[in-house]
C-alpha cells in the first residue's frame, strides 16, 4: 500500500512539475544579452522577446550585462536556474572562442549550457571610416601596407569575432594594425561616425544601415560568397584565397534545464522566426535565419569551439 501512495504521490508530482513544456511559461522571462545595447545581439533578443510576450502574455525582459568579451553575461546564465526562465543569446565570441580564449573562466560552455537553438549566421562586414582614401579591399591591403601600425580598428571586446576577424586578416596580408577594444558594437559604430576609428568588422546585422546610409564604407564581407542581402559587396575570398570569418548567434538555456521545456523553447522559437516579418526583417540587415533543433546546435556549437581555438591559438591571444 505504501508503494502504491509513493508511486501515486510520484506521478502527482510529475504532472504538477513546470518541467513539461506546456506550462511554460507561468511568469517573467529574462533573456540576457552579454554585450551592451544596440548590437545585433541584442536586436535578435529583443525581436524574439517581443513575439514571445505577445504570445503568452508575461513579460519577456532583454537585460544586457556586458563585459569580458561575453563572458560575464554567459557565466551568469551558466549559474542560473535551469527552469527556461533565465536564457542566454550566445554567439560565435561569447561561445566559441572564449572557451579558447581565457585561461580562466567559472564556466564550462559545454557542460553549463544547453543549446536550444541557432538563431542566424550572417557575414561579418568590413567598414572603414570613409575619410580613408580607399574604396576597395585592394586599395586598402595597399594603404595598410603603406602605413605599418598607424591604422587603428575596433572592436566589440578582446577576443570576439570582431576582434579576430580583424587578426585574420593582419595574418593573411602581413600587416600590423592599432586594436582599440569597445564594450559594444554600437560603441565601436558611434565611434568610427566620430571619426576616430579607421576601420572595424562587425555583423552586418548592425553595420550594414550605415554602410547603405553612406556614413560608413563597406569594403568586403567575410563570408565565402558574396551576401544576398549586399551583392554589390565582394567577398574577401575573392581578393584572399580561403578566408572566411562567418558569424553567428543561437539562444542557450542552463545546462539541466528539463528537456521538454527545452524543446518548448525551441518550437516556439523556430515558429517566430520563421513569422514572414521577423523573416524579412533578418534579411533586411543581412542576417539569414538558421533555425536548428536543440540535437543539431549541440553539435554544431561544439564543431565551432574546435574551429575557433585553432584561430585563437594562431592568433597568439590569451586572457588571463
Known sequence: M???LAAVLAGLVVLLSPAHGQDWPQ???????PFGAGGSADL????????????????VVVENRAGAG???????VAKAAPDGYTLLLGTVSSIAVNAALYTKLPFDVDKDLQPVAQLVSFPNLLIINPKLPVRTLPELIAYLKANEGKVNYGSSGLGTSSHLSVVM?????????TH???????????TMLGGNIDLAFDSMTTVWPHAEKGTVRAIAVST???SSSAPDVPAIAETIKGFEATAWQGLFAPAGTPRPVVNAIAAETKRIWNLPEVVSALKKVGADPAITTPDEFTAFARAERVKWAEVVKAAGVKID
Open 44 to 59: 535578435l533578443a529583443r525581436i524574439l522577446a517581443t513575439h514571445l510576450q505577445v504570445k503568452y502574455g508575461v513579460p
Open 27 to 33: 511568469r517573467q522571462v529574462t533573456i540576457v544579452v
Open 70 to 76: 561575453g563572458s560575464i553575461g554567459t557565466g551568469y
Open 169 to 177: 586578416l593582419e595574418q593573411a596580408i602581413g600587416t600590423k594594425m
Open 224 to 226: 565565402p560568397t558574396r
Open 2 to 4: 505504501r508503494s502504491l
Open 180 to 190: 582599440v577594444p569597445f564594450k559594444s558594437t554600437g560603441d565601436v559604430v558611434n
